[in-house]
């Protein structure tokens, strides 16, 4: 059976299902999540962990370049800076993988290729990483 993400076709909606699947996990893992009113923020969800606030912006994709598959790491006007959000959670939705990556890693990335099956890929390291949410 399909990932049920992949029958979404409108990538708005796409994006609010991944929003809805990364607060779920979230939550499951203890965590305390927030969502913003309205959608004007550069972030999708404020995750709590023992006081410690971390600004997150939810991404999914099921775009696969070779053996990767390639997800935006940047909004209209360009790559996410870290004066807006601490982590990009990142879902590839065939997998159901997650990647948490923090804003400093990526640089002025505006795309990330990531390879959840390769255990010694670039981002491999982040793959699953939510105890980084609780630093």
Known sequence: MKTPGLRIRQPKARGEWAELRFITRAIELKFRVSKPWGETGPYDCIVDHRGRLSRVQ??????KRLQSYVCSVSNNRGPYSPRDIDFVA??????????????AILGRSFDVWLTP???NSRYAEFQEAWHLLKR
């Open 117 to 119: 099956q390769r255990k």
């Open 90 to 103: 990142a879902l590839i939705i065939p997998t159901e993988t997650w990647y948490l990556l923090p804003i």
């Open 58 to 63: 939810v991404k999914c994709t099921c775009k």
